[in-house]
């Protein structure tokens, strides 16, 4: 019986490692980005929100410029603060965030730093960083992944959007909901790799507007796809 009420027939465990094979042997080898150190992921994922890859990238690596180390950022006006991430967009708000996030992380440790993550369970982890200002579980997964090396799975808006095409979750689950529910269905091996190889089909075939179905090389997998006539 399927896992939720209604649904199509869903892939099951097996099936995300079919997608993880088909879509290396189209993109080529795994490749990890280089680890950071868990704030400065933190900061990176704040910056990286409704932006590219490239603008986020300039204005985490002008915010590390000016501000040298955490504690001069959190000590900076917030406008200066803004002034250094400008490329990255929305860079007031961001500003305010990456404050809030400092401020909160100085008064819970006595210094700004999250090296003591290091020593906590996945569980533990991720709750320490969820409950920092703003941080959801997308930013929480990328922190225990990309830097301190833990099985997460972060949903991102490519993420989401094809593992509902695919049929692994309802079309009308919450990018908090299917955080929980993919971490069921994703073998923990392979979660990273498979991250970074739906990111990459989301951005080049499986796009939100005129997605390239025809060019899919997960089509007979996927509800959606397989429901669009073969010219």
């Known amino acids: 019986m399927p896992w939720f009420s209604g649904a199509v027939t869903t892939p099951g465990p097996a099936d995300a490692t079919e997608v993880r094979r088909r879509l290396r042997a189209q993109q080529g080898r795994f490749i990890p980005k280089p680890a950071l150190p868990a704030l400065d992921e933190v900061v990176a994922t704040v910056l990286s929100q409704h932006t590219s890859d490239i603008n986020s990238g300039r204005a985490f690596a002008r915010l590390k410029a000016v501000f040298p180390s ?3 950022a959190a000590d900076a006006p917030t406008e200066d603060l803004a002034d250094a991430i400008r490329s990255g967009g929305i860079a007031d708000q961001k500003a ?3 404050k809030q996030i400092l401020a909160a992380i100085e ?9 003591r993550l290091a020593g906590l369970e996945d569980a533990a982890a991720a ?4 409950s920092l200002p703003g941080v959801g ?6 922190v ?5 090396g833990r099985a997460a799975f972060p949903v991102d808006t490519h993420v989401h959007r094809i593992a509902i095409r695919l049929g692994w979750i309802p079309a009308k689950t919450t990018a908090d909901a299917a955080h929980r529910l993919l971490a069921e269905i994703v073998p923990a091996p392979i979660r990273y790799d498979l991250h970074v190889a739906l990111v990459t089909h989301g951005r080049t075939v499986c796009r939100a507007q005129r997605p390239r179905c025809d060019e899919c090389v997960l089509r007979d997998l996927c509800a959606y796809g397989s429901a669009i006539p073969v010219p």
Do not use: N
């Open 70 to 72: 955490w504690e001069q």
């Open 96 to 98: 305010r965030r990456i």
């Open 107 to 115: 008064e819970r440790e006595g210094h700004i730093s999250l090296d």
């Open 127 to 130: 709750a320490y960083l969820e």
């Open 137 to 142: 579980p997308k930013t929480a997964a990328c």
């Open 144 to 148: 225990l992944v990309f830097s301190l």
